[in-house]
C-alpha cells in the first residue's frame, strides 16, 4: 500500500501563489509517476499536471501551463505543485495520484485531497 498526504492548501486572492505538497510512504517504487488532479464542485476530476520517475518527464494541462510547475525529490518520495498568477478558476479540491510505472494494470494511489480556493 501506498500512503499519500497532501498538504498547503488555503484561500489565496487571485494573482497569489500557493504550493501544494504531496509525501508518499509505504511501499513506494522505484518507478512511479506523480500527478496532480482537481475536482471543482459539479465539475468532474481534472488532469492538472504530472511526474514521471522514470526519465524526469512533466506535462500539464493547457489551463495550467506556464502557471504552475511540478518539483520532485525522490530521495524522499515527495511532489511540490508550484501554482503562481492562480486564478478563480483555479479553485478546487486538489488531489495527488500516485502510480507504479512499467506495470500494466497497476492500480492508481490517491491522496485525501486539499482545498484550493482562489477569490477574484
Known amino acids: 500500500q501506498v500512503k499519500l498526504v497532501e498538504s498547503g492548501g488555503r484561500s489565496v486572492q487571485a494573482g497569489g501563489s500557493l504550493r501544494l505538497s504531496c509525501g508518499a510512504s509505504?511501499?513506494?517504487?522505484?518507478?512511479?509517476?506523480m500527478g496532480w488532479f482537481r475536482q471543482a464542485p459539479g465539475k468532474e476530476r481534472e488532469f492538472v499536471a504530472r511526474?514521471?520517475?522514470?526519465?524526469?518527464?512533466?506535462g500539464y494541462a493547457n489551463s495550467v501551463e506556464g502557471r504552475f510547475t511540478i518539483a520532485s525529490d525522490h530521495t524522499r518520495d515527495t511532489m511540490d505543485l508550484q501554482m503562481d498568477n492562480l486564478k478563480a478558476e483555479d479553485t478546487a479540491v486538489y488531489y495527488c495520484?500516485?502510480?507504479?510505472?512499467?506495470?500494466?494494470?497497476?492500480?492508481?494511489?490517491w491522496g485525501q485531497g486539499t482545498q484550493v480556493t482562489v477569490s477574484s
Open positions: 495520484n500516485y502510480v507504479r510505472l512499467g506495470v500494466p494494470g497497476a492500480r492508481d494511489y
Open positions: 511526474f514521471r520517475r522514470s526519465d524526469g518527464n512533466t
Open positions: 509505504g511501499r513506494t517504487f522505484s518507478l512511479f509517476g
